[in-house]
């Protein structure tokens, strides 16, 4: 049994990895666009294409009504909907209202806890992508001491 590695497999071998990683890069490309959007209603479109946004009363948003300082927000969104892609989080008032997308993996539950930016008070989004559809809910922020610049 010989463990030399020829050069022939190690440049398959590479190719083959190289090809698996441009997959996610991808789809990272489509969410660039989405973050550097200035407006929401243009970062959905990035985001969802032309999916229909439907409102839900599933998704458990939870944020302070009052923020004192809007560089540091917590922000828990959490949804018993069944088979959850992604849970998106934007900020109508911001500069780039994209503030944050996770991926859920399949069978995973989605219940996340961040922080985000507020560059002033404004409504928080959540939308959450099933694989029966795009889904959300949104909560007025009331922020005294802007994030974003302010």
Known sequence: MTTQLSRRRLVQGLLAASALMAIP???LARDASAFQASDLEVALQK???DS???ASDAIDLNVP???EDGRF???KVKTDLPDVKSVT???EANPNPLTARFMIHEGMQADITTRIKMGGSSNVHA???TAQGVFSTFKEVKVTLGG???
Request: overall charge negative; some cysteine; proline content about 0%.
């Open 127 to 129: 939308v959450v992508e």
């Open 148 to 150: 974003c610049g302010g």
């Open 89 to 91: 989080l934007l900020v």
């Open 25 to 27: 890069f991808k789809a």
């Open 47 to 49: 985001l969802f294409g």
């Open 52 to 54: 229909a946004i439907q």
């Open 65 to 67: 009504e009052i923020a």
């Open 73 to 75: 927000v917590n922000v």
